[in-house]
């Protein structure tokens, strides 16, 4: 097998955007088609997406026990279920976005929820495999890291094409037009199928681990194991508090600048700009992870981003562009939780391989899945009670002042308590500060070699 390379790098970065252009283009427009073409109450949305997404969390876990359970037939143990899974994720994604407007109420209810779940369960079974394969594709630190990195490139690609185009293709005299996320579903969920099968060709599975005992998994024994890795629980209540702050400011993102700047298309500029700060961040935060850490500059840097925010919710800015370049600069500080964070998981497998002698890949991964989907359930549902809480009037053309400033305030609000919460979560529970990580991989080096001659020694 060819050693790691820049062409793992950049189909594990193609695997990130297949992913992106169907998660994350319904994470950013479904809640906003539901609510704005659909005309569906934002109460009922967000009840809607705190259940379904509650269900995919559950899933998680079940679907990696079936991914550790798979064996390695010579094709890879993950790469498999990304190739069988792709194209039914795709197919679920376009049919979320179809415009059921004219049936009756309770009918777009149930048409949202069957296509939500059918959709996440897809999803999930392309999710875990895909994020789990990073940490049997190196178990160097640097390239694990440049994994991770590039991993946020793809996101970072699917963003900044979509933050420009959306705006300028959802919406004609600041109104959603129907028809034009149909088609921008279909065409993401094409390029998200060939990234995917990309992934597929280029990524290759080459840590060589001592083979696992012909036995039946424990499984409440796994659960009991994962319980006590303190890496793995800092990452997911750190990632789980971040991603709710987060996914509540995204999603109230479209409506701050529909109906507090006043016009929804500037956003596209603010995607423009998200390329200096993205590639600002990608090609920096590696001189700044090896000199401070992974925890350390996370950390280090989000807690600027929370000091800024705050000053912004005493001091309102009526100035789109003079926000976009903050909010820009702000984005630089806290793109460690979306860069780092894989990484992290990575490290969490480790820790979890060291500490208990079984390394289950595919578990480990989904139980941070897990949390991370019950992150997106709340997000998703508190996003849209805010809205509701604010006062919104989906079949109202124009906000009043009074919501548009509610919208402010919520907004800016949710960005200080979301990643000020995370990182005190993050220094006191996550262990692997930059010197530990280090100690933990050499501790798990050797005794990898260990397991290895021992098994070999057994054979002869």
Known sequence: M???????????????LGNCCTEQFRAMFLAVFYTLVLKVN??????LMLITKFWDAINDPIIGALVDSHKNTGKGKFIPWIRAFALPTAVMCVLGFVNVSNWAYGARIIYMFVSYVTYEIFYTCVNVPFGTLSSVMTDDANQ??????????????????????????????????AGNFLIMSAICAAIGFLCLM???????????????????????????????????????LSSFIGIVGAGMVNALNTYLFKDYFGNVKVMSISGMLSVLW?????????????????????????????????????????DAMIFIIINGICYMGVSGFQILIWAMVNDSIDYHELTTGERNEGIVYSFYTFFRKLANAVSGSMGSFALAIAGYNVNAAVQTEQVAGNIWK???????????????????????????????????????????????????
Not at 42 to 47: A, S
Request: aromatic share 14%; proline share 4%.
């Open 42 to 47: 934002p109460v009922h949305v967000g009840i």
């Open 198 to 236: 990309v992934t597929c060709s280029w990524c290759k599975e080459r840590v060589v681990l001592a083979p696992r005992p012909k036995e039946k998994m424990n499984y409440v024994s796994i659960i009991k194991d994962v319980s006590r890795n303190k890496a793995l629980l800092g990452v997911m």
């Open 2 to 16: 060819k050693p790691f390379s820049m062409k793992d790098k950049l189909g594990y970065t193609l695997g990130d």
């Open 410 to 460: 919520t907004y800016t609000a949710i960005y200080v308590v979301g990643y000020l919460a995370a990182v005190l979560v993050l220094y006191f529970l996550y262990p692997l500060t930059k010197k530990k990580t280090a100690e933990m991989l050499k501790a798990l080096a050797d005794k990898r070699e260990a397991a290895l001659e021992s098994q070999q020694k057994s054979e002869a």
């Open 144 to 177: 694990r890291t440049d994994l991770s990195r590039y991993r946020s490139l793809g996101g970072t690609i699917f963003m900044t094409v979509i933050v420009i185009a959306g705006p300028l293709f959802f919406y004609k005299d600041n109104q959603p037009v």
């Open 278 to 318: 993205s590639l600002i961040a990608f090609f920096g935060i590696k001189y700044a992870v090896k000199a401070f850490g992974k925890k350390e500059w996370i950390m280090g840097s989000a807690l600027f981003s929370v000091l800024v925010f705050a000053v912004l919710f005493f001091f309102p800015i009526n």
